[in-house]
């Protein structure tokens, strides 16, 4: 790389981690105008709104919009953890995980239910926890016309009706449905814990 080349990119990362101190964003989303810091953090986003998913991984049926979001399953067939808690030593595929888990030390249930006393740590639960009330389902499955509160749980459901088991255990032939039922086979039948 030329020195030229060299002092552009050196000249782009500076102005990047400067953005990040003014809060300047720059970038706007093309498709829902949210804007973005760096060029990298808007094109990660604008994958959100597509419905590719080009990045396979070969041990399980899963796709991913994203190459980093791949890394981070693959994880899960090694059992490579390297984010570790500073207060509890409870280790992470992802720093993302590692982070939404530093909030349970700090017990800060900001997000209240209007209708009870719950409260919750994060707003995604608390979106849940509403759902009790107003018995919201709006992801149906179209071959039982059966109805979810969560997306994932749709996802999940359509597996009984493919019969698709992406969770291959590594050391036998066994297939599962769900990551759960892989984890508890492996304890069971082979000693290891996930």
Same mark, same amino acid.
């Given at each position: ?8 990119? %050196? ?5 990047? =981690?400067? +953005?990040? *101190?003014? #809060? !300047?964003? &720059?970038?706007? @989303?093309?498709? $829902? /105008? ?31 919009? %994203? ?5 981070? =399953?693959? +994880?899960? *067939?090694? #059992? !490579?953890? &390297?984010?570790? @808690?500073?207060? $509890? /030593? ?38 849940? =926890?509403?759902?009790?009330?107003? #018995? !919201?389902? &709006?992801?149906? @499955?179209?071959? $039982? ?39 508890? =086979?492996?304890?069971?039948?082979? #000693?290891?814990? &996930?």
């Amino acid at each position: 790389m030329n020195f030229t080349l060299k002092r552009c990119i %050196l000249v782009v990362l500076v102005r990047d =981690h400067e +953005r990040r *101190h003014t #809060g !300047e964003k &720059p970038y706007p @989303c093309n498709y $829902c /105008g949210k804007d973005f810091t760096t060029l990298t953090q808007r094109s990660a986003y604008v994958a959100t709104h597509t419905d590719k998913r080009p990045f396979k991984c070969n041990e399980w049926n899963k796709s991913f919009r %994203l190459r980093v979001h791949l890394t981070i =399953h693959k +994880r899960t *067939h090694s #059992g !490579e953890k &390297p984010f570790t @808690c500073d207060v $509890c /030593g409870k280790a992470f595929g992802s720093k993302s995980h590692l982070h939404r888990h530093r909030k349970t030390h700090t017990n800060d249930r900001r997000h209240k239910c209007s209708h009870c006393d719950f409260s919750f740590i994060q707003a995604s639960n608390l979106r849940s =926890h509403l759902k009790t009330y107003t #018995g !919201e389902k &709006p992801f149906a @499955c179209l071959l $039982c016309e059966k109805t979810f509160s969560r997306k994932r749980y749709l996802q999940k459901h359509k597996m009984t009706h493919t019969g698709e088991k992406p969770c291959k255990c590594t050391y036998c032939d066994n297939c599962f449905r769900l990551p759960v039922n892989l984890k508890a =086979h492996l304890r069971r039948k082979h #000693g290891v814990e &996930p």
